[in-house]
């Protein structure tokens, strides 16, 4: 099972850009994927996560900039981030809770993907 992130990159302030997690492998089902950043120097922080119902929470941060959706069909989380800001700046990764079902049960385990960088600088 992996999360592979995509869509990092360089944008100017007032950009946008837009990243996708698709998780695959062997699992069931996906319930909350979200999207956490780090900046250098700083924790990781939350950034927004959807149910898997497309209930979405938002950090203050970036309410009303972002938006945060998901695939279910395709298990794939994006996150749209508009009005970017150089404050933005930092490694995005996208992170999941994945249902497995084995010998009968089923169990839950969370994954993180391997982050994208997003630069925001004129």
């Known amino acids: 099972v992996q999360l592979q992130a995509s869509g990092g990159g360089l944008v100017q302030p007032g950009g946008s850009l837009r990243l996708s997690c698709a998780a695959s492998g062997n699992f069931f089902s996906a319930h909350d994927m979200g999207w956490y950043r780090q900046a250098p120097g700083k924790t990781r922080e939350l950034v927004a996560s959807?149910?898997?119902?497309?209930?979405?929470n938002y950090a203050d941060s970036v309410k009303g900039l972002f938006t945060i959706s998901r695939d279910n069909a395709k298990n794939t989380v994006y996150l749209q981030a508009g009005s970017l800001k150089p404050e933005d700046t930092a490694v995005y990764y996208c992170?999941?809770?994945?249902?497995?079902?084995?010998?009968?049960?089923?169990?839950?385990?969370?994954?993180w993907g391997q982050g994208t960088k997003v630069t925001v600088s004129s």
């Open positions: 959807i149910t898997r119902g497309g209930e979405p």
């Open positions: 992170d999941a809770d994945l249902v497995s079902f084995v010998n009968g049960s089923y169990y839950q385990h969370h994954y």
